[in-house]
């Protein structure tokens, strides 16, 4: 590997790093309160936040390997899917009623446990798998906050429809709504996932 593949991808970690900062200190906050856009000034600087990021991330783990990036994306799936699912079955208290009624702590609950178990799945399935406790509760731990970050992209996104009075970002998928209906928890998780990638290859 030359020194530009090398550099090159460490030059990412600013970037990931202000999407990560974004989704654990500012994106839950703004969940809670529901704070409005206000200007075209805030809009583009949080469009920024939202795209930029993970469509670096996304060209990243696509350069490093296809079945990386699809890994990541089916960690997305796992979670939607465990989160529906135990949602349906055992949902009782809303997560978030105001912004997304259909979601439950329960749905979230089920998420952390099915992407945990898929992580896990996955890493030994590759040959990375380990028996030293303190590195298995470092993956949980990354495995946890990559659920909970995705589920916060979720969220956001749809806080922002309501907000908007929308009730799907576009109409270029039809029956599907828009694009940013489908890779709303993708804005969140890549960068995040990105990050990882970059601290575990130090």
Known sequence: MNREETVAPFSLVPVYAVSALFWILCAPFWLRARWALSGSGASAIVGVVLWL??????????LLSPWLLLGVMAAVWVADIAAYFTGRAFGRRKLAPSISPGKSWEGAYGAVVGVVIYGLLCLSFTGHGTTDAGTI???????????????????????LKRQAGVKD????????GG????????????????????????
């Open 179 to 202: 694009i940013l209906d489908r890779i709303d928890s993708l804005t969140s998780t890549l960068p995040f996932a990105g990050l990882l990638v970059l601290w575990f290859a130090r």
């Open 137 to 159: 509760a470092v993956i949980v731990g990354a495995l946890v906050a990559f659920t909970a970050i995705s589920i916060m992209g979720d969220l956001f996104e749809s806080m």
């Open 169 to 176: 970002s576009g109409t270029l998928l039809p029956g599907h």
């Open 53 to 62: 990021p993970p469509s670096l991330a996304m060209a990243h783990l696509r």
